[in-house]
């Protein structure tokens, strides 16, 4: 008979924090568990679950194409997870990488000309600021919005793995391929770039 | 609400120190911009059993190593299309093989019930697939628990569901026992309905091997076979089997069925064989043989055949039961709905509702794809997905939804077939994940086309009168005064309330009776009462403790809602904390609810005097149980609120008031106070960032504390269960300082009489997700504090 609690009916939240303090070795463990039961990947689908999401409605043309890409990404993962060797590859690379072919493949059987469809219109709401201040945001962001459909695709991949899902360089190293001295260096001068272009926006908003 | 960690940390690969506020905010822009799409809520509820159900069709199934036999192997794909026609497959020898295959790997599907198909020996689908069994650590703690038991029976098998089926709850207990060649096999219960049979037993045998049904089947009144179900759960020992009824005495068009004539099914259970196999030489730790090998006093010549561990072998038997059972209901409709796409036709066939599920045959015009996906929407429900098998000449899809209740509106049904990589790309890759840039893959673009989508919309007519289910059983009704107690599961030997207790953070006031039991009543309609049982208060926390019983207090289908409130009438108000509660044991359900001690000083240092307000809850829809999606539904009968006045002792604690500042990097974290109380220790921190000028930020960044040392005397506490609470509050404009608290609790009760020094020892991680590299390198601190707590 299991415990729960009001709100999601989850079980008894109590953790032991010398796990809490190893975050990534909690995740090894989880990875581990999964690999010999299918339940213990729950948790590492709720974690990723919203960055895998965001990562691919950058690249899908539809919110139900990105949930089912989404759902098709996960159920890759756990298919392959046996195989799944954590040495040198953080585990939130390699499902990234699944994340990425699978964005690939679709786009290959659809025949899609359409790259990205990033950047969805609608923006979070900004609390606790006056209309006025609102509206500069709002603007501003239109036009980081506008800064960044002008980029190459590679760019905005990179960009997307940083901020949509959290990814870090050596992480995104691992999923497109590259050194993570390339990435670093490309981050940090397309961070220069929009940052130099943002600064004349800005000024001039 | 804690505000998002702070940028310059998040981001700090991107920025220098030479960024300023402007590249902050690009960051902050940069984020919100690429983080505004969120996944659809059904993706994080509905898709995760999907994708459970996914697991269990790719043959992820938990399964011991030690109990493994050597099972086919799989081709690691969706479904596998059967060699055999259908019709074909369903003859007597193949079923006989199969289910010789079957039988032999019936397995305790940990998480699941995957089980071979019978008519598919590589099919690893699950059709007619029950409530979830549970998962994870319930399922460790159920599993140890049967093992622990010389032969686990059906009543341990049905511990996996917290919930459980309606196969279970409904259909007709029985204790019918035959003993052949040394194997006693005792049927426990049965069930049926237009979607199913389910047959549960017990199986004992000689020591010394493992067993489990070998060969078995189930014919009707004429002698004619009911087609294997694909679900099978069991466990050496016992088991749940199932069969569909779709030819049941020739009546394959279910006109019995619907026209409410079919009152009872009569079956044949018969078995012919049992499926034994040899314990390990060296018994593992969780497995405990019974005796030596070799030692059953009928079977030492099929015994002495066995190979070696995990070899089977079959030991002819001759078990024949004649079942009678009640018959719970269901629908059988022919849509006979044909679609077109991708240059072929597809038609929905039939469709079974039942209570135990809903099932759909699907033809085509050509061969059906081994893969596919398929949504249902019935009605305004959410979308469901099937599990299903794939034939040539047919697809079947299974959904466990009851949905009775949607019968009468109008249904879609999308289907479509897929051959992507990763899923069914083992044609040249195995069981890795398909690359599709490399060469090889290229070479079979083709195989990506996709079929369909096919779109059936259709209406099933109403449940009538004639093919409703069953009346739902009496519900168990406790001799007034009595205190129930779970007989068996986590909770054996406690009440639900106690149970409740026990599980939660406050486990002790169970363990050592604390806080004063009560008996504070109010009746919230004719049919449910609401009895507060137990009050208790230290210097932390106010706990209540109460229970709802009343018709239809059954298993898991009452929820509390809403937030209770505790006032003391001074202008002290707090809301609750946190509540929990398990399933009604006895028809009573206990729900713990706690709440901060803010501020709620006793007049009476010895009790508190405060009105307890705004209990409520729910009873959802009666004969359903509670799930996390009904749990959300505002559907079912609201209860409450109601109030109490409540006198309640405090239970002395020890305080310490310390004030410590200790300030690293310029931070400073000051410990202010250590509560020890019978519950466990709790110690309040402050830390105070100094606001930087021209910065409009409110709030503290997030503090990660990471990790956090407890130590007494010396001695490291860690693994205690515990709990870090982290708050921010807004400074006002006169101060100088960002403020974030932080309440890190320990909960064990022993800590209460223990003396001598505490230490604290606490990092700040800067990014936890990088706590991978050295500790120190991605943190700041440590903080240290070392403090002693008076006694009372």
Same mark, same amino acid.
């Given at each position: 008979?299991?415990?729960?609690?009001?709100?999601?009916?989850?079980?008894?939240?109590?953790?032991?924090?010398?796990?809490?303090?190893?975050?990534?070795?909690?995740?090894?463990?989880?990875?581990?568990?999964?690999?010999?039961?299918?339940?213990?990947?729950?948790?590492?689908?709720?974690?990723?679950?919203?960055?895998?999401?965001r990562?691919? #409605? $950058?690249?899908?043309?539809?919110d139900?194409? %990105?949930?089912d890409?989404?759902?098709?990404?996960? &159920?890759? /993962? @756990?298919?392959?997870?046996?195989?799944?060797?954590?040495?040198?590859?953080?585990?939130?690379?390699?499902?990234?990488?699944?994340?990425?072919?699978?964005?690939?493949?679709?786009?290959?059987?659809?025949?899609?000309?359409?790259?990205?469809?990033?950047?969805?219109?609608?923006?979070?709401?900004?609390?606790?600021q006056?209309?006025?201040?609102?509206?500069?945001?709002?603007? #501003? $962001?239109?036009?980081?919005?506008?800064l960044? %459909?002008?980029?190459s695709?590679?760019?905005?991949? &990179?960009? /997307? @793995?940083?901020f949509?899902?959290?990814?870090?360089?050596?992480?995104?190293?691992?999923?497109?391929g590259?050194?993570?001295?390339?990435?670093?260096?490309?981050?940090?001068?397309?961070?220069?770039?929009?940052?130099?272009?943002?600064?004349?926006q800005?000024?001039?908003? | 609400?804690?505000p998002?960690?702070?940028n310059?940390?998040?981001?700090a690969?991107?920025?220098?120190?030479?960024?300023?506020?402007?590249a902050?905010?690009?960051m902050?822009?940069?984020?919100?911009?690429?983080?505004?799409?969120?996944?659809p809520?059904y993706?994080?509820?509905?898709?995760?059993?999907?994708?459970?159900?996914?697991a269990?069709k790719?043959?992820?199934?938990?399964?011991?190593?030690?109990?493994?036999?050597?099972?086919?192997?799989?081709?690691?794909?969706?479904?596998?299309?059967?060699?055999?026609?259908?019709?074909?497959?369903l003859?007597?020898?193949?079923?006989?093989?199969?289910?010789?295959?079957?039988?032999?790997?019936?397995?305790?599907?940990?998480?699941?019930?995957?089980?071979?198909?019978?008519?598919?020996?590589?099919?690893?689908?699950?059709?007619?697939?029950p409530?979830?069994?549970?998962?994870?650590d319930?399922?460790?703690?159920?599993?140890?628990?049967c093992?622990n038991?010389?032969?686990?029976?059906?009543?341990?098998?049905?511990?996996?569901?917290?919930?459980?089926?309606?196969?279970?709850?409904?259909?007709?207990?029985?204790?019918?026992?035959?003993?052949?060649?040394g194997?006693?096999?005792?049927?426990r219960?049965?069930?049926?309905?237009?979607?199913?049979?389910?047959i549960?037993?017990?199986?004992?045998?000689?020591?010394?091997?493992?067993?489990?049904?070998?060969?078995f089947?189930?014919?009707?009144?004429?002698?004619?076979?009911?087609?294997?179900?694909?679900?099978?759960?069991?466990?050496?020992?016992?088991?749940?089997?199932?069969?569909?009824?779709?030819?049941?005495?020739g009546?394959?068009?279910g006109?019995?069925?619907?026209?409410?004539t079919l009152?009872?099914?009569?079956?044949?259970?018969g078995?012919?064989?049992?499926?034994i196999?040899?314990?390990?030489?060296?018994?593992?730790?969780?497995?405990?043989?019974?005796?030596?090998?070799?030692?059953?006093?009928k079977?030492?010549?099929?015994?002495?055949?066995?190979?070696?561990?995990?070899?089977?072998?079959?030991?002819?038997?001759?078990?024949?039961f004649?079942?009678?059972?009640?018959?719970n209901?269901?629908?059988?409709?022919?849509?006979?709905q044909?679609?077109?796409?991708?240059?072929?036709?597809?038609?929905?066939?039939?469709?079974?509702?039942?209570?135990?599920?809903?099932?759909?045959?699907?033809?085509?015009?050509?061969?059906?794809?081994?893969?596919?996906?398929?949504?249902l929407?019935a009605?305004?429900?959410?979308?469901?997905?099937?599990?299903?098998?794939?034939?040539?000449?047919?697809?079947?899809?299974?959904?466990?939804?009851?949905?009775?209740?949607?019968?009468?509106?109008e249904?879609?049904?999308?289907?479509?077939?897929?051959?992507?990589?990763?899923?069914?790309?083992?044609?040249?890759?195995?069981?890795?994940?398909?690359?599709?840039?490399?060469?090889e893959?290229?070479?079979?673009?083709?195989?990506?086309?996709?079929?369909?989508?096919?779109?059936?919309?259709?209406?099933?007519?109403?449940?009538?009168?004639?093919n409703?289910p069953?009346p739902a059983?009496?519900?168990?009704?406790?001799?007034?005064?009595?205190?129930?107690?779970?007989t068996?599961?986590?909770?054996a030997?406690?009440?639900?309330?106690?149970?409740?207790?026990?599980?939660?953070?406050?486990?002790?006031i169970?363990?050592?009776?604390?806080?004063?039991?009560?008996?504070?009543?109010?009746?919230?309609?004719?049919?449910?009462?609401?009895?507060?049982?137990?009050?208790?208060?230290?210097?932390?926390y106010?706990?209540v403790?109460?229970?709802?019983?009343?018709?239809?207090?059954?298993?898991?289908?009452?929820?509390?809602?809403?937030?209770?409130?505790?006032?003391?009438g001074?202008?002290?108000?707090?809301?609750?904390?946190?509540?929990?509660?398990?399933?009604?044991?006895?028809?009573k359900?206990?729900?713990?609810v706690?709440?901060?001690?803010?501020?709620?000083?006793?007049?009476?240092?010895?009790?508190?005097k405060?009105?307890?307000?705004?209990?409520?809850?729910?009873?959802?829809?009666?004969?359903?149980?509670?799930?996390?999606?009904?749990?959300?539904?505002?559907?079912?009968l609201?209860?409450?609120?109601?109030?109490?006045?409540?006198?309640?002792?405090?239970?002395?604690?020890?305080?310490?008031v310390?004030?410590?500042?200790?300030?690293?990097?310029?931070?400073?974290v000051k410990?202010?106070?250590?509560?020890?109380?019978?519950?466990?220790?709790?110690?309040?921190?402050?830390?105070?960032?100094?606001?930087?000028?021209?910065?409009?930020?409110?709030?503290?960044?997030?503090?990660?504390?990471?990790?956090?040392l407890?130590?007494?005397?010396?001695?490291?506490?860690?693994?205690?269960?515990?709990?870090?609470?982290i708050?921010?509050?807004?400074?006002?404009?006169?101060?100088?300082?960002?403020?974030?608290?932080?309440?890190?609790?320990f909960?064990?009760?022993?800590?209460?009489?223990?003396?001598?020094?505490?230490?604290?020892?606490?990092?700040?991680?800067?990014?936890?997700?990088?706590?991978?590299?050295?500790?120190?390198?991605?943190?700041?601190?440590?903080?240290?504090?070392?403090f002693?707590?008076?006694?009372?």
């Amino acid at each position: 008979m299991e415990p729960y609690r009001k709100s999601q009916l989850q079980p008894f939240p109590l953790q032991n924090l010398a796990k809490e303090a190893a975050p990534a070795n909690e995740e090894l463990d989880l990875v581990q568990a999964a690999r010999r039961d299918p339940a213990a990947f729950e948790p590492l689908y709720s974690y990723y679950l919203s960055p895998v999401y965001r990562y691919l #409605r $950058l690249r899908c043309g539809s919110d139900e194409e %990105a949930a089912d890409l989404t759902q098709q990404v996960f &159920l890759r /993962a @756990l298919a392959a997870l046996p195989d799944y060797r954590p040495q040198g590859l953080p585990f939130s690379a390699w499902l990234f990488r699944i994340a990425r072919n699978a964005a690939i493949d679709a786009h290959r059987r659809q025949r899609s000309t359409v790259a990205w469809n990033f950047l969805p219109e609608a923006l979070h709401p900004i609390s606790s600021q006056d209309p006025e201040s609102m509206t500069l945001q709002q603007e #501003r $962001l239109e036009n980081l919005r506008d800064l960044l %459909a002008k980029l190459s695709q590679d760019k905005r991949e &990179l960009l /997307a @793995l940083r901020f949509a899902s959290g990814l870090t360089a050596p992480e995104i190293a691992a999923v497109v391929g590259k050194s993570e001295a390339a990435v670093k260096k490309q981050l940090t001068r397309l961070i220069a770039h929009l940052k130099e272009q943002y600064r004349e926006q800005f000024n001039d908003a | 609400m804690m505000p998002e960690k702070s940028n310059r940390y998040k981001y700090a690969d991107l920025l220098d120190k030479n960024s300023g506020p402007e590249a902050e905010r690009l960051m902050a822009d940069l984020e919100k911009l690429f983080t505004t799409a969120e996944p659809p809520t059904y993706l994080a509820e509905l898709q995760l059993s999907s994708l459970r159900e996914g697991a269990e069709k790719l043959g992820l199934s938990k399964i011991e190593p030690a109990r493994l036999p050597q099972l086919p192997s799989s081709n690691g794909r969706f479904f596998s299309r059967p060699r055999f026609s259908l019709a074909k497959a369903l003859t007597l020898s193949l079923v006989a093989a199969a289910l010789v295959v079957a039988t032999v790997i019936i397995l305790l599907a940990l998480n699941s019930d995957a089980q071979p198909s019978p008519a598919n020996g590589n099919s690893i689908a699950t059709p007619n697939k029950p409530p979830t069994p549970a998962t994870g650590d319930k399922m460790d703690a159920i599993i140890a628990e049967c093992k622990n038991k010389a032969l686990p029976d059906y009543d341990c098998l049905l511990k996996m569901y917290s919930t459980p089926p309606v196969w279970v709850t409904q259909g007709r207990d029985l204790n019918l026992n035959q003993t052949s060649n040394g194997f006693t096999l005792t049927i426990r219960h049965v069930y049926a309905d237009a979607n199913a049979i389910f047959i549960g037993y017990d199986l004992k045998g000689p020591a010394g091997v493992r067993y489990s049904l070998g060969d078995f089947s189930l014919s009707d009144s004429s002698g004619q076979k009911l087609n294997p179900a694909g679900f099978g759960l069991g466990y050496e020992g016992a088991g749940i089997t199932g069969f569909n009824l779709d030819n049941l005495d020739g009546d394959t068009k279910g006109q019995r069925i619907q026209n409410g004539t079919l009152k009872e099914v009569k079956v044949r259970f018969g078995v012919s064989q049992i499926s034994i196999r040899e314990n390990p030489p060296t018994p593992t730790p969780d497995l405990k043989p019974t005796s030596t090998p070799g030692s059953g006093p009928k079977n030492a010549v099929a015994i002495a055949s066995l190979a070696g561990p995990n070899s089977f072998t079959m030991v002819p038997v001759a078990l024949n039961f004649d079942l009678t059972m009640p018959f719970n209901g269901g629908l059988v409709s022919f849509p006979a709905q044909a679609a077109n796409a991708s240059n072929r036709t597809v038609t929905l066939q039939k469709v079974i509702v039942a209570p135990s599920g809903t099932r759909m045959l699907l033809s085509s015009t050509d061969s059906t794809s081994m893969s596919f996906r398929a949504t249902l929407t019935a009605g305004s429900g959410p979308p469901l997905f099937p599990n299903g098998r794939t034939y040539p000449e047919q697809t079947e899809l299974s959904f466990t939804e009851n949905l009775m209740a949607k019968t009468g509106g109008e249904w879609v049904l999308t289907y479509s077939e897929e051959k992507q990589p990763g899923i069914d790309c083992s044609y040249n890759t195995g069981s890795k994940i398909c690359q599709v840039e490399t060469p090889e893959d290229a070479k079979n673009n083709a195989r990506y086309t996709s079929g369909g989508p096919w779109t059936f919309r259709f209406t099933i007519p109403p449940v009538t009168a004639a093919n409703s289910p069953l009346p739902a059983s009496v519900p168990f009704t406790p001799t007034p005064g009595a205190e129930v107690t779970a007989t068996s599961g986590k909770c054996a030997g406690y009440t639900s309330l106690g149970c409740a207790f026990w599980t939660s953070e406050f486990k002790a006031i169970q363990d050592k009776g604390l806080g004063q039991k009560v008996s504070l009543s109010a009746a919230v309609n004719p049919s449910l009462n609401l009895n507060i049982e137990r009050v208790y208060a230290d210097a932390n926390y106010v706990v209540v403790g109460y229970t709802v019983s009343g018709q239809g207090i059954t298993g898991l289908n009452f929820i509390p809602s809403g937030t209770a409130t505790l006032n003391d009438g001074k202008g002290n108000q707090v809301a609750e904390t946190g509540s929990q509660f398990v399933e009604a044991i006895g028809g009573k359900l206990g729900v713990v609810v706690w709440f901060k001690n803010a501020g709620f000083k006793p007049d009476n240092p010895k009790e508190l005097k405060l009105h307890l307000e705004d209990l409520r809850g729910q009873l959802v829809t009666p004969g359903s149980q509670l799930t996390p999606t009904t749990a959300k539904a505002s559907t079912g009968l609201q209860f409450g609120p109601v109030a109490f006045d409540l006198t309640i002792p405090v239970t002395a604690s020890r305080i310490a008031v310390l004030n410590q500042e200790v300030t690293v990097g310029g931070v400073k974290v000051k410990l202010e106070q250590a509560i020890l109380t019978p519950v466990g220790l709790k110690l309040y921190l402050r830390k105070y960032v100094a606001k930087t000028p021209g910065r409009t930020e409110a709030y503290l960044p997030n503090w990660n504390l990471n990790p956090i040392l407890l130590s007494l005397n010396g001695k490291d506490l860690t693994g205690i269960p515990s709990r870090a609470q982290i708050y921010n509050t807004p400074p006002s404009a006169q101060q100088q300082e960002l403020e974030g608290v932080a309440e890190i609790e320990f909960f064990d009760p022993s800590l209460f009489t223990q003396q001598g020094q505490w230490s604290l020892l606490f990092r700040e991680a800067l990014d936890p997700k990088a706590a991978s590299t050295p500790v120190s390198a991605n943190s700041t601190g440590p903080w240290t504090f070392n403090f002693t707590i008076p006694q009372s």
